[in-house]
């Protein structure tokens, strides 16, 4: 189990960093056109727009591109609790990326990605969460001294 989490956090956490860079270098001329444009989209519905705050397009790619790779980073490479911090600030992430698909309207082969980063983050966080609590709660080895069992308690 301990080598399928290891895997997936290495896979994801790959991920999310060269999508990141992806967000922050001109990787060709159409590609970063394309992402431009949807940044610009996405600046427009975003969340806190409702309480006055609308980010610059290319602020917000550019933010977005450095927590996804510092994120992607640190799930790969950072300490436990780093890891299970990173891993939930991604799920936010993908929580507002599929928001912002959402509110735009778009079709439903643009929410695949997002959905499925989302799947796949959330079910290493709750296989992290079920392996530590497995550590934790320890059934007793020996029987305590003094305890008396009665049949029919």
Known sequence: MALVLGTLRLLLGLFFALTGAAKLLQVSAPVSQQMRALFEQFAEVFPLKLVGYQP???????????????????????????????????????????????????????YIPAVVCLGLLLLLDTCQFLARTKRVVRRPSKKIPGAVWKSGD
């Open 56 to 110: 610059d397009p290319r602020n917000y790619q550019t933010a977005v591109g450095w927590l996804e790779v510092l994120a992607g980073l640190l799930l790969v490479v950072g300490p436990p609790s780093l890891q299970v911090i990173s891993n939930q600030f991604l799920i936010l992430l993908m929580m507002g990326a599929i928001f912002n698909l959402v509110v735009l309207k778009e079709s439903l082969r643009t």
